[in-house]
């Protein structure tokens, strides 16, 4: 659900890499401190990366791809489409994985049918996108809309999803604090000036029932990274969300708005490598 109103952004989160080392020779020892660079961070160009197409649940879906090693689905969010990606956000993710972005049935480069709109058929054409690219499973990024389809491609397809990241994050609609939200989905239900892909996705989330009783049996790696200025699906859901998901990580990003990896790209991206490079297997005991 890409935010319409662009949001002055104070950016005040700092990550901070400490390294010193010590070296002691037979003479004067080392004072100077170990300074470690920061990478130098490549975007990759969204739209002169050709877009390929998989047959998936009767219809055709358009995606893309970068970089190389592990599976990373990219689920975008309501009224968005593939080309809506920040391309330093794609470009440090493809750094270390296989990164998958596609549009939803209906949107951008992607076919429809006639079927109802659903939160779980979006589900299940991300199910059958990663059958139709070769994988049993990856590991899931979603955004707003997306963040919904994943809770609910983790639910329905739990064999699926590797690692799991929810952006923007919100179990349902229809909650007091996603108020301003539902007001932008149902309005959009009806519009005949908004395309009919986008009319579809209002009218799924208006028939969706949420996600909060199926949170607690998610049993996956899962971060949910969200800015303290989102408006649509404030921090605070994802707090309640974090507190239903057993061993989940909760990262916000002071001041940043909703479907901030669009504000603070390379923020989102080092937290999401970091989250999924962490080997979180029990520690023997």
Request: glycine share 10%; charged share 15%.
């Amino acid at each position: 659900m890409k935010q319409t109103t662009l949001f002055t952004l104070t950016f005040a989160f700092i990550i901070c890499m400490i390294a010193s080392a010590g070296c002691i020779g037979t003479s004067t020892p080392s004072t100077q401190p170990t300074v470690m660079a920061t990478p130098a961070w490549q975007a990759v160009s969204i739209n002169a990366t050709p877009v390929q197409y998989a047959q998936v649940n009767g219809i055709k879906l358009g995606y893309r791809e970068f970089g190389a090693g592990e599976p990373l689905l990219m689920v975008m969010g309501f009224h968005g489409i593939m080309d809506s990606w920040n391309g330093t956000f794609i470009g440090i993710l493809a750094t270390k994985y296989h990164v998958y972005t596609y549009d939803h049935r209906g949107m951008g480069y992607s076919s429809d049918d006639n079927a109802t709109p659903g939160i779980s058929q979006y589900a299940d054409d991300a199910a059958g996108l990663m059958t139709a690219l070769g994988y049993d499973s990856m590991h899931v990024y979603g955004v707003s809309m997306g963040s919904v389809i994943s809770q609910q491609l983790t639910i329905d397809h739990p064999e699926r999803v590797r690692k799991l990241v929810l952006d923007s994050n919100t179990y349902s609609i229809r909650i007091p604090e996603t108020k301003t939200l539902f007001n932008v989905i149902e309005a959009s239900a009806t519009n005949t000036d908004v395309p009919a892909g986008v009319r579809k996705e209002a009218q799924a989330n208006l028939a969706w029932n949420g996600s909060w009783n199926g949170l607690s049996g998610i049993d996956k790696d899962v971060m949910l990274i969200v800015g303290t200025n989102d408006e649509l699906t404030p921090d605070t859901v994802s707090v309640q969300m974090a507190g239903q998901i057993k061993g989940s990580w909760l990262v916000r990003i002071k001041d940043v708005p909703h479907a901030g990896f669009a504000y603070a790209p390379v923020e989102y991206a080092e937290n999401v490598l970091n989250f999924l490079g962490m080997d979180e297997s029990p520690l023997n005991k």
